[in-house]
């Protein structure tokens, strides 16, 4: 046990005291030693805190900021509320015990090796932290109204049973024992106001958003403005697209490899004779309309590739283009926002209700790009990481990428099969906070794009052969030349 205390025990205590004289104990407080030789003492203490606390302020429980963050600020300070008013110095952290009501019955109690710590629940914490306090906003011992309302938008996402409104039943029922009516009036009309019962002015930009009926998903906006602060800085380069292109080729190429991504697998031959005949190939009747609906999609946004003059717009025509590239899946609800949270894997996407809210902010980081060719790698990534549909996100999100280019005259880029993997990884990257593989993944994918001749079929299918395009990365890589002159 890495804590030793003699408590009581005045022999035990001059024992433990001769040990540390000796060297074989180190002090951390009166009557607290460790026998870990080996870590810094701000170490230990930082990892064994609430056994510190159980030991050396048993009345006291851990509050306000303290409980909501459950660490020490980053000057050390670790606030508690107890009763008396006092400063204890540990290695690495100072205990702030502030006069007030101890542990109430609706508190969290937390058993540890030397007696129970304590920290303030939810409701108790919200209360505490709506308390005016002076000083540093980093060291003060209350987070503060914004930092409030920024934690119910995100609990009330979460919410799917009540929890809610049962938190701030809780809230008024200790609001009178700590003395915080005040601020249960405040919390009350703020959860109010986040539920859409009430009307009130709030700080935080999420939860004026959810107020207004438009709640987004703060962290994916932390995403989207990484990634436009990285194009910012290394902006995506983009080929002028090639005039002598056969439009209706280049679309079927990439609806093609847009499919192939999503696993809708056809031999080229194959899928080019569904779309040039418009017709589904026998006992793959929904494959072949994923072919052909995409093909539409990117037909008609080649035909009028009209930039969304405002995120409404935007929205719709996400809703236009996912109707027709998954226009056979019924089930899946073509061209409607998804009811029921989606995942790839170990990724979560945004949950329903803020599905909107979240894309009307990936708009607006959208059309603040600098250059055309930012503007599309944001629209892409904006829709593959809001993923608003049940099915077809990917192909969506690669239709408004190539629709924003296509509006700038540049090369629609196609991301061929044995680049899949590249595009995959660059997508996993940024949505884990690294913006970089995705704007490298994106300019080489768009040299390709443009280097690949599409003036007539065989031309354009022999190019795909000899560039491995058609291939699994584990058996080739891309090979093309440089960019074609115009």
């Known amino acids: 046990m890495p804590l030793k205390t003699a408590g009581e025990d005045r022999t035990e205590a001059r024992r433990l005291q001769r040990l540390a004289e000796q060297g074989e104990l180190r002090r951390i407080f009166s009557g607290v030693y460790t026998d870990d030789l080996a870590q810094p003492l701000e170490v230990i203490t930082r990892r064994h805190l609430l056994e510190l606390c159980a030991l050396i302020a048993p009345d006291c429980i851990v509050s306000h900021r303290s409980a909501f963050e459950q660490r020490p600020t980053a000057a050390g300070n670790y606030f508690l509320t107890g009763p008396y008013r006092r400063d204890l110095a540990l290695p690495g952290v100072k205990l702030r015990i502030a006069k007030g009501p101890g542990p109430l019955e609706s508190d969290i109690k937390i058993p540890t090796f030397?007696?129970?710590?304590?920290?303030?629940?939810?409701?108790?914490?919200?209360?505490?932290?709506?308390?005016?306090?002076?000083?540093?906003?980093?060291?003060?011992?209350?987070?503060?109204?914004?930092?409030?309302?920024?934690?119910?938008d995100r609990?009330?996402?979460?919410?799917?049973?009540?929890?809610?409104?049962?938190?701030?039943?809780?809230?008024?029922?200790?609001?009178?024992?700590?003395?915080l009516d005040a601020e249960f009036k405040q919390l009350d009309t703020t959860i109010g106001a986040l539920l859409g019962t009430?009307?009130?002015?709030?700080?935080?930009?999420?939860?004026?958003?959810?107020?207004?009926?438009?709640?987004?998903?703060?962290?994916?906006?932390?995403l989207f403005e990484a990634l436009a602060i990285e194009l910012q800085q290394n902006p995506l380069q983009v080929p002028a697209a090639d005039p002598a292109a056969d439009a209706s080729l280049q679309a079927f190429v990439e609806t093609y490899f847009s499919n192939y991504i999503e696993g809708t697998e056809f031999e080229i031959t194959e899928a080019h004779d569904?779309?040039?005949?418009?017709?589904?190939?026998?006992?793959?009747?929904?494959?072949?309309?994923?072919?052909?609906?995409?093909?539409?999609?990117?037909?008609?946004?080649?035909?009028?590739?009209?930039?969304?003059?405002?995120?409404?717009?935007?929205?719709?025509?996400?809703?236009?283009?996912?109707?027709?590239?998954?226009?056979?899946?019924?089930?899946?609800?073509?061209?409607?926002?998804?009811?029921e949270r989606n995942r790839a894997g170990a990724t979560r996407f945004v949950d329903p209700d803020l599905v909107l809210g979240t894309l009307f902010k990936g708009y607006e980081y959208t059309m603040s790009a600098s250059t055309p060719a930012n503007r599309a790698a944001l629209a892409s990534f904006?829709?593959?990481?809001?993923?608003?549909?049940?099915?077809?996100?990917?192909?969506?999100?690669?239709?408004?990428?190539?629709?924003?280019?296509?509006?700038?005259?540049?090369?629609?880029?196609?991301?061929?099969?044995?680049?899949?993997?590249?595009?995959?990884?660059?997508?996993?990257a940024l949505t884990n906070g690294n913006p970089v593989p995705m704007?490298?993944?994106?300019?080489?994918?768009?040299?390709?794009?443009r280097w690949l001749d599409m003036s007539s079929t065989p031309v354009c299918f022999a190019a795909l052969e000899r560039s491995n395009a058609m291939k699994r990365s584990d058996e080739a890589r891309l090979e093309f030349g440089e960019a074609r002159a115009d």
């Open 382 to 428: 904006v829709v593959s990481e809001v993923h608003p549909f049940s099915d077809g996100n990917g192909r969506t999100a690669r239709v408004a990428m190539n629709h924003f280019l296509s509006n700038a005259g540049l090369t629609r880029i196609i991301v061929p099969t044995v680049f899949r993997d590249d595009y995959i990884g660059a997508l996993k």
């Open 114 to 152: 030397h007696g129970t710590a304590h920290l303030s629940s939810q409701a108790r914490a919200l209360l505490e932290n709506l308390f005016t306090s002076r000083g540093n906003a980093a060291e003060k011992r209350t987070l503060g109204t914004e930092a409030v309302e920024e934690w119910l």
């Open 274 to 339: 569904i779309v040039v005949n418009g017709r589904p190939l026998k006992y793959r009747e929904d494959d072949s309309h994923d072919i052909l609906g995409t093909y539409q999609a990117i037909l008609k946004s080649k035909q009028s590739p009209k930039l969304p003059d405002s995120a409404e717009e935007f929205a719709r025509l996400l809703k236009e283009w996912n109707s027709q590239v998954i226009e056979s899946r019924k089930d899946k609800l073509p061209g409607e926002f998804k009811t």
């Open 439 to 449: 704007s490298r993944m994106l300019s080489r994918a768009a040299r390709f794009s």
């Open 155 to 179: 609990f009330i996402s979460r919410d799917v049973d009540g929890a809610t409104n049962k938190l701030r039943d809780s809230a008024r029922a200790i609001a009178t024992p700590l003395g």
């Open 198 to 222: 009430r009307t009130a002015k709030l700080s935080a930009p999420a939860a004026r958003a959810r107020a207004a009926k438009r709640p987004y998903d703060d962290a994916r906006l932390k």
